[in-house]
């Protein structure tokens, strides 16, 4: 896999477009922090994911569930956002209604997928940081298999490992290689993010793209 090609053409379809890759983000973050407060869980995937969090006695059983439920649904919404980025990198448009006509379609099949991916990783990281790792890569386009073809819900996590066979090492490398940018943007305090999400975003979306030419 050309890593160097693909983050040049994501550098390059970002241009100009940077506005309408972001605002459906910032309008399901919003939504997700609504959400967050009404069922009183502070939440990020590190709360579900990290070995610590997990068996810490601080942290009760109920919120460890609402962080895993609610994950799952932002989950679903973000199939809607995946075909929105997914259409714009093959077809060079943006069309919102994707969003809601995705979502409608596939919801369910977007929550048995979410469900399960949530779980399994889960249970990797409580056994121990490697097998979670490996398990995020293996699963990590398990949403773009439900939005993109016809695969069911638990089918997509068996699509994902078939597809990411031989390339989890590619692809974490190529995750890590955005460490440099991530790490500028926090030190620019968050404003290198408007440029960087976007950028982040499209690459992984070519990479999926590349990847499923190959396989």
């Known amino acids: 896999m050309d890593r160097k090609e693909i983050k040049e053409l994501a550098k390059k379809k970002i241009k100009g477009n940077i506005w309408n890759i972001l605002w459906p983000l910032l309008v399901i973050g919003v939504l997700q922090s609504i959400i967050s407060s009404l069922i009183g869980a502070n939440i990020s995937y590190s709360n ?3 070995l610590e969090e997990l068996g810490s006695i601080t942290v009760p059983s109920s919120t460890v569930v609402k962080s895993t ?3 799952i649904l932002v989950g679903v919404v973000s199939g809607g956002y995946t075909k929105y980025i997914l259409d714009f990198v ?3 448009k943006f069309d919102t209604n994707t969003i809601i006509e995705t979502i409608k379609e596939k919801w369910l099949n977007l929550l048995i997928a979410e469900t399960l991916v949530s779980i399994i990783v889960a249970v990797g990281f409580a056994l121990f940081v490697i097998p979670g790792i490996i398990l995020t890569l293996a699963y990590a ?3 773009y298999l439900v939005i993109d073809t016809d ?3 638990s ?3 068996k699509k994902s490992r078939e597809m990411m066979k031989g390339y ?3 692809f974490l490398v190529f995750c890590l290689s955005f460490l440099g940018w991530i790490i500028l943007g926090v030190l620019t305090l968050g404003i290198l993010f408007i440029w960087v999400v976007p950028y982040m975003m499209i690459a992984g979306t070519l990479y999926y793209e ?3 030419e190959l396989k």
Do not use: E, M, Q
């Open 48 to 50: 579900i994911t990290s």
């Open 69 to 71: 439920l609610l994950n």
């Open 90 to 92: 093959r077809n060079g």
């Open 141 to 143: 386009f398990v949403t």
């Open 151 to 153: 695969v069911s819900g």
């Open 155 to 157: 089918d997509s996590l």
């Open 168 to 170: 989890k090492w590619d």
């Open 210 to 212: 590349k990847l499923k």
